[in-house]
Structure formats: structure tokens, C-alpha cells
T-cell receptor
Framework: GAGVSQSPRYKVAKRGQDVALRCDPISGHVSLFWYQQALGQGPEFLTYFQNEAQLDKSGLPSDRFFAERPEGSVSTLKIQRTQQEDSAVYLC???????????FGEGSRLTVL | QKEVEQDPGPLSVPEGAIVSLNCTYSNSAFQYFMWYRQYSRKGPELLMYTYSSGNKEDGRFTAQVDKSSKYISLFIRDSQPSDSATYLCVVGGGSSNTGKLIFGQGTTLQVKP
């Protein structure tokens, strides 16, 4: 596609439910990032993939968060046993190169009740 | 201390005004500096990108980096209502150099017609 595509755009979950957020990067982009953006804050780094390899997951807030990119294209961010503090916009970005411009999707807005 | 500090605003100016947005960063290892713009309910998009100290101009926008004082600025000339958005100061290329970008909190700008 022309840009980074994320789904769902909006997700409401009850506390304790598991959620999965999908990211379709720009075709051919090697690098893929996940960021978390709380209301009124800048995006906070979660994790980074180069092709299918997860090279940095230092930003994942707990072991309830898990990300994968098994074939080096589509990525999924999974949050298990969601908590209210997980409510945020989850942004996916892709890049041609490791230090290149990041192209962001419109985000998945998660609300945990 | 956050790695990138940015005044969140909000900043409100009349159309045609010159806008000055600023931020500071803490780690002298950062090698590249960016400004991203984020419209409401959209993903951030790259506005300006520079590797070195000095000025970089692109139309009505000028980015300024002073590595000695770890200070980054963005100037907008002849501001337009369409410039109303959140401006995110971003740094990258630290010691880990995975391509991870560190975002400031963002400054919300409103340009009134």
C-alpha cells in the first residue's frame, strides 16, 4: 500500500482481556518500530524490528507486551491481561533503513475499561 | 530527567506571526535531529531532518541545532491556520544507534485566522 496501515483504528477492551494490534508497513521497508503515545505526551519507544529480527525491545513496559514480525513484513503487537494504564494510541512506523525517516501509521487507539 | 525536554504549550498566535519552538536534549551522543508534525488523530510526519549544528531552511520553516548547548529550535515564518498541530522535537543516533528515535512531549500550536 501507499502508507503504513494499522488495524483496528479503535479498540475498547475490558480490563483483563487480551488484544492484538496489527501493522502493515510500507512494502520493502526493512525497519519497523512500535511506539506508545499517551494523551498529551510524545510517542514512547516500545520495540524495533529489522526484517524479522527483534533487535530492541527495551521499551516494552512489562512481560504482558509481546511483538512479532515473523516474515519480516506485517507485525503484531499483543497485550495480554490489559490494564487501564495500557490505554493509549499505539503507533507503528516503518523505515527503509535503520536511521532513515520514519513513516507512521495513524495508530490504534486502545481504551481499557 | 527526560532525554528530550519540550515545553508542551499550548501556544496560540495570530496568522502571519513568527513562531519559535524549542527543546533541549541531555545526551551529547545523539547525532541527528528532527521535527515531526502531528495533526489531531493522525500519525506524526517528518518536517525537518538535520545531522549537524547550524541552520536548515525549507520554505517557511527553519530548523536550528546547537550541539554545544544541546538546544534545538524550529522557526515558522508567516504562520498559517494549517500549521495548527503538535510539533514534536526528536533526536536519534545515540550510543545504541538502533535507529530508535526519542520524542519530546510535543508543543501544541494554534494559529488563529
Amino acid at each position: 500500500g501507499a502508507g503504513v496501515s494499522q488495524s483496528p483504528r479503535y479498540k475498547v477492551a475490558k480490563r483483563g482481556q487480551d488484544v492484538a494490534l496489527r501493522c502493515d508497513p510500507i512494502s520493502g521497508h526493512v525497519s519497523l518500530f512500535w511506539y506508545q503515545q499517551a494523551l498529551g505526551q510524545g510517542p514512547e519507544f516500545l520495540t524495533y524490528f529489522q526484517n524479522e529480527a527483534q533487535l530492541d525491545k527495551s521499551g516494552l513496559p512489562s512481560d504482558r507486551f509481546f511483538a512479532e514480525r515473523p516474515e519480516g513484513s506485517v507485525s503484531t503487537l499483543k497485550i495480554q491481561r490489559t490494564q487501564q494504564e495500557d490505554s493509549a494510541v499505539y503507533l507503528c512506523a516503518s523505515s527503509l533503513a535503520r536511521a532513515g525517516e520514519l513513516f507512521f501509521g495513524e495508530g490504534s487507539r486502545l481504551t481499557v475499561l | 530527567q527526560k532525554e528530550v525536554e519540550q515545553d508542551p504549550g499550548p501556544l496560540s498566535v495570530p496568522e502571519g506571526a513568527i513562531v519559535s519552538l524549542n527543546c533541549t536534549y541531555s545526551n551529547s551522543a545523539f547525532q541527528y535531529f528532527m521535527w515531526y508534525r502531528q495533526y489531531s488523530r493522525k500519525g506524526p510526519e517528518l518536517l525537518m531532518y538535520t545531522y549537524s549544528s547550524g541552520n536548515k531552511e525549507d520554505g517557511r520553516f527553519t530548523a536550528q541545532v546547537d550541539k554545544s548547548s544541546k538546544y534545538i529550535s524550529l522557526f515558522i515564518r508567516d504562520s498559517q491556520p494549517s500549521d495548527s498541530a503538535t510539533y514534536l522535537c526528536v533526536v536519534g543516533g545515540g550510543s545504541s544507534n538502533t535507529g530508535k528515535l526519542i520524542f519530546g512531549q510535543g508543543t501544541t500550536l494554534q494559529v488563529k485566522p
